[in-house]
C-alpha cells in the first residue's frame, strides 16, 4: 500500500528548532525571519485542513446572501458604528461588510435575525421619511439609529430593532476588531516569538505589586531586571 | 459490485495499537523503541504540527476569524479535527440523560490542541474509598507509577514549582514562566480569602530537552499545536520519534470494527474499515493495545462479541462501558475596571495559565466527597471571533474615562469603549472529581450504526448531587474571589439549583474515563493492574478507560505514566515467553 510509504515520509520535517530565541533578544530582523520561516507552509489555504473543511469553505465563498441593497445598508450602519477616528479607518476601510456577508452564511442562525432587521430598518425609515434607509440623509439616519442604539432608553416599539442594533455592533465591533486595522487599533502585540520576562516594572509599580523572591528565584526570567 | 471480502494485511506485527493520542502514541514509541514490530490504526488522517499547524497565524487570516465550527468547535486555527459531532458517527443519549462526546480524528488525536495541563494523581487519588468509602480503589498506589511519572517528565517536560504538597506530588520540573498581570491579582485576592495559588504544570519546554525539539517562544497558542514541537503533541513528541525508529507502520483513516480472537479467546488483531476505499481490512499482531479513548476503546470491546467472549471482550465482568465519568467543571468570569485603559505589551506567555490552584480544603467537612483545582484566564490576549461581544449589556455599567456612559451606542465614542475595556477580563474555572457511580455507563445502541456500518454508543450519564454541591462551592469560591479583586462579574454570577451551579454537562470537559476500568478482582474490572485484560491476556487498554477514577487532575499525564508502564510489562513479558 502506498499509504504506507507515503507514511514513511510523514510531512514530519522539523523546523529547524535551533533558530528560536538565541537570537531574537537583540535582532529584530531575525525575529521577523523566525515568523516568517514559522509561519510558513507548503499550501497555507490546504494545510492542516479537512477535506471537509476546504469543501465547505469553497461551497460558501460560491454563494451570495445580501442583496446590493443590503450590503449597502450594512456598510452605512457599519461605518456608523465604527467610525474612522484619529487611531484608525472605518468599519469599510476594515473589509468589515464582507465579513458580515461570509459569517452569516457560515454562522446561518444569523441570517434571518439580519435579513428581517434590514428589512424592518427600511420600513421604519419608509414610514418616518418616505424612503429606504440608505437614501435617508445623515440627519435622518442617526436620528433612526438613535432611537435604537441604546436598550435602556428606546421605545417597547423600537425592541425589534434594538435586538437588530445590538447584533449589528457585535458583528461589526468582531470584525473590525479582528481585521489588520483593528487588531493594530486595539494594540494587541503579540503573535510572534518573543522571550515572556513577566510584567514591565513601571506597570507592576503602578498597580503596587511585585514579584516575590520565590518567583523570580524559580522562573524563567531570561534578563528581566528586578 | 465485488464480492465482499476481507482483506488481511500480510504482515505480523508484535503489537497492533488502536487510536494515536497519549496512550497509544506512548506504546508505540516505547515498544517501537525496545525493537517490537508496531502497526498504528488512525481513524483520522496523517497530521504533522510543523506543516499541519495555525501557529502564528493573525485572526484575519480566516475568513470566519477564528469562529468556531463543527470541523472545530474550539475556533478556526485550534489543532484538532472534529469534535462535538462528526459526520457520519453519531451516538446517542438514553432520555433524560445527558453527555456530550468529543471525538479527534487525527495523527496525535486531541493531544493536538489540549492545555497542556501535566498533573500527577497524588497518592489519595489511588485510594480514595479508603478515605471516604465511596466508588473504588485503585489495584496500584502512587509509589507504582511515580517511576513512569518521572521518566514522562524526563522524556516529554513540564514545567512546574516542587512544593511539597502531600496530593500534588513534586515532579522533575523545567522552570514556570512569571504571572501575568491579572495573575498576580488573583493570587494577591486568593491569598487573602486563603485560597493557595502556585504556579502551573503545563508539558511545554522552557528550555530546550533535546535536538528534536524547540523551545517556547511564548504565543500562547498551544491550542494550535506547535510547529517547532515545543509543547507535548503525541504526534509531534511519540509518533514521530517512533516512525523514525523504522518499527512502526502507521495506517491513518482506519476505523476500528473488532478485535479479532481466535478459538482459545485470544486476541490476534483488529479489523478496519479503511475510510478512504471504504474496504474492510484486517491486520495481525501479538498483542491488542486499545488508546482509542475511553468511550471508542469500550465500543469496540463490546462490539467484538465472539462465541468465546460472548457478553464482548474482556467484559464477563459485565463493567465494559460503565463508570463512565469527566471532570466536573464551572466557571465564573468578569472585568477587572483596574485594568481598564491599561499599557500595552505582550503578555501571551505560555499556551494557557501561568498560575493554578490545587485543590485546598478537607472534603470530611463539606457536603461533597471530592476535590476541584482552578484554572485562570484573562488579559491582552489575541483579538478573535466573539471580540467585543455583548457590550451593549456592559459598557453602561462602567465608569469610562471617570463617567459613565449609557449601554450601547454607537460611533468614536463605542470605540474608544472597546479600546478601554480591552484587556480587563478575567475568569476561572474548577475542574473536580466526579464520582465514578456504575449508573452511569455507555452502552452499544440496538438500533443504531455509523456510514461504516459499525453499531454506535448510547449513553446513560447523571450528575449526583456530589457533583452539583461541588459546583456550587465552586461558584461561590470564585465570586468570593473576583469580588475581592474588585471584578465586576459578567459570567456565572446568576448560577443557581436552576442551572446546577452551573456545572457544565457531563463529557464537556473531555476528560472521560473509567469505562474498562482496571482491578483486581476480575469480577468487578476489565483490566489487571498491568492494563491487561483479566479475559485476554494479550488485549491491553492504555487509555482514560483503565481509570478507577480521575481525581481532580487532568488525566494526560497519568495515561501517559500507565501506558508506558503497561509497555514495558509487554516488552517483559514477550522477553519471558508469557505473550
Not at chain 2, 437 to 444: A, H, M, V
Not at chain 2, 504 to 521: C, L, S, W, Y
Request: net charge negative; hydrophobic share 35%; aromatic share 10%.
Amino acid at each position: 500500500m502506498d499509504r504506507r510509504e507515503s507514511l514513511k515520509a510523514l510531512v514530519l520535517t522539523t523546523v529547524s528548532s535551533t533558530f528560536l530565541l538565541e537570537s531574537c533578544d537583540s535582532n529584530t530582523k531575525t525575529e521577523e525571519q523566525t515568523v516568517a520561516e514559522v509561519v510558513k507552509t507548503p499550501d497555507a489555504s490546504k494545510a492542516g485542513r479537512m477535506k471537509e473543511e476546504i469543501a465547505r469553505l469553497k461551497k460558501i465563498r460560491s454563494e451570495d446572501f445580501f442583496t446590493e441593497h443590503e450590503m449597502a445598508t450594512i456598510t452605512v450602519l457599519g461605518d456608523i458604528i465604527i467610525p474612522k477616528d484619529e487611531v484608525s479607518g472605518s468599519a469599510s476601510d476594515a473589509g468589515v461588510p464582507d465579513f458580515i456577508e461570509f459569517i452569516v452564511k457560515d454562522k446561518p442562525e444569523n441570517k434571518t435575525p439580519m435579513r428581517s432587521g434590514l428589512r424592518w430598518l427600511d420600513i421604519q425609515c419608509q414610514n418616518r421619511y418616505d424612503k429606504p434607509f440608505t437614501d435617508c440623509s445623515e440627519k435622518q439616519q442617526l436620528e433612526m439609529v438613535d432611537a435604537i442604539a441604546y436598550p435602556e432608553r428606546a421605545k417597547p416599539e423600537m425592541q425589534k430593532g434594538v435586538a437588530f442594533f445590538n447584533l449589528m455592533r457585535n458583528l461589526t465591533a468582531t470584525g473590525f476588531f479582528t481585521s489588520e486595522m483593528g487588531v493594530e487599533d486595539i494594540g494587541y502585540m503579540g503573535n510572534r516569538p518573543n522571550q515572556w520576562k513577566g510584567v514591565p516594572e513601571d506597570v507592576l509599580k503602578k498597580h503596587n505589586l511585585a514579584y516575590t523572591d520565590k518567583e523570580l528565584r524559580e522562573c524563567i526570567t531570561f534578563d528581566r531586571q528586578a | 459490485m465485488a464480492a465482499f471480502q476481507i482483506k488481511e494485511q500480510p504482515k505480523k506485527y508484535d503489537a497492533v495499537i488502536v487510536g494515536s493520542g497519549a496512550g497509544g502514541g506512548m506504546a508505540a514509541y516505547t515498544l517501537a523503541k525496545s525493537g517490537l514490530k508496531v502497526c498504528l490504526l488512525e481513524a483520522g488522517p496523517m497530521f504533522d504540527p510543523a506543516t499541519d499547524s495555525a501557529q502564528l497565524k493573525n485572526p484575519w487570516e480566516s475568513p470566519r476569524r477564528g469562529a468556531s465550527t463543527k470541523f472545530r468547535p474550539f475556533g478556526d486555527f485550534d489543532g484538532c479535527y472534529w469534535g462535538w459531532e462528526i459526520d457520519g458517527e453519531p451516538y446517542t443519549k438514553a432520555e433524560g440523560t445527558e453527555w456530550d462526546w468529543w471525538r479527534a480524528r487525527m495523527l496525535g488525536g486531541r493531544t493536538n490542541h489540549w492545555g497542556r495541563i501535566s498533573l500527577r494523581f497524588g497518592p489519595k487519588d489511588f485510594k480514595h474509598k479508603s478515605i471516604d468509602g465511596l466508588g473504588e480503589d485503585w489495584p496500584i498506589g502512587y509509589e507504582d507509577v511515580k517511576p513512569f511519572y518521572d521518566k514522562v517528565d524526563r522524556l516529554i517536560g513540564v514545567f512546574g514549582t516542587n512544593e511539597g504538597l502531600e496530593n500534588e506530588p513534586d515532579g522533575i520540573f523545567l522552570p514556570p514562566p512569571l504571572p501575568r498581570l491579572h495573575e498576580l491579582k488573583i493570587k494577591k485576592a486568593a491569598n487573602g480569602i486563603g485560597i493557595p495559588v502556585i504556579p502551573s504544570r503545563l508539558s511545554i519546554l522552557t528550555k530546550k530537552i533535546n535536538d528534536e525539539r524547540g523551545q517556547c517562544f511564548y504565543c500562547a497558542q498551544c491550542g494550535r499545536s506547535c510547529k517547532v514541537y515545543a509543547d507535548f503533541s503525541s504526534s509531534s513528541c511519540l509518533v514521530k520519534p517512533a516512525v523514525a525508529t523504522g518499527n512502526v507502520d502507521v495506517i491513518p483513516n482506519a476505523m476500528a470494527r473488532e478485535v479479532v480472537t481466535n478459538a482459545d479467546g485470544l486476541a490476534t488483531g483488529v479489523s478496519y474499515v479503511d475510510k478512504d476505499d471504504m474496504m474492510e481490512y484486517q491486520v495481525d499482531g501479538r498483542v491488542v493495545i486499545l488508546a482509542a479513548s475511553a468511550c471508542e476503546s469500550a465500543r469496540l470491546l463490546l462490539n467484538s462479541v465472539s462465541r468465546r467472549h460472548q457478553n464482548g471482550l474482556a467484559n464477563s465482568s459485565d463493567v465494559v462501558g460503565k463508570y463512565l465519568h469527566d471532570s466536573t467543571g464551572a466557571s465564573v468570569s468578569g472585568v477587572l475596571p483596574e485594568l481598564m485603559g491599561r499599557k500595552r505589551y505582550n503578555e501571551d506567555g505560555v499556551g494557557g495559565m501561568h498560575v493554578y490552584t490545587p485543590w485546598w480544603l478537607d472534603n470530611k467537612k463539606l457536603d461533597f466527597p471530592r476535590g476541584y483545582h482552578i484554572e485562570y484566564w484573562g488579559g491582552m490576549q489575541q483579538p478573535a471571533y466573539g471580540f467585543g461581544w455583548g457590550i451593549e449589556g456592559l459598557n453602561g455599567k462602567l465608569e469610562m474615562h471617570g463617567k459613565t456612559k449609557e449601554a450601547g451606542g454607537y460611533g468614536k465614542s463605542l470605540k474608544e469603549d472597546y479600546r478601554f475595556m480591552y484587556g480587563a477580563g478575567v475568569g476561572m474555572a474548577g475542574r473536580g472529581e466526579a464520582l465514578a457511580l456504575e449508573s452511569n455507563y455507555c452502552e452499544i445502541d440496538p438500533n443504531v450504526v455509523d456510514i461504516y456500518g459499525i453499531p454506535v454508543l448510547r449513553f446513560n450519564v447523571k450528575y449526583s448531587d456530589y457533583e452539583i454541591n461541588q459546583a456550587k462551592h465552586m461558584n461561590q469560591t470564585f465570586k468570593e474571589i473576583l469580588h475581592e479583586m474588585g471584578a465586576i462579574i459578567t459570567s456565572g454570577g446568576d448560577a443557581g439549583p436552576h442551572n446546577n451551579w452551573g456545572l457544565q454537562v457531563p463529557g464537556k470537559i473531555i476528560h472521560e474515563a473509567g469505562t474498562v476500568r482496571m482491578g483486581n478482582d476480575p469480577k468487578k474490572s476489565a483490566l489487571n493492574k498491568w492494563s491487561q485484560a483479566h479475559d485476554c491476556k494479550n488485549l491491553f487498554c492504555v487509555d482514560g478507560g483503565q481509570f478507577v477514577s480521575q481525581g481532580d487532575k487532568n488525566i494526560t499525564w497519568t495515561i501517559m505514566a500507565l501506558s508506558m508502564r503497561a509497555s514495558e510489562y509487554i516488552i517483559d513479558e514477550m522477553k519471558k515467553q508469557n505473550l
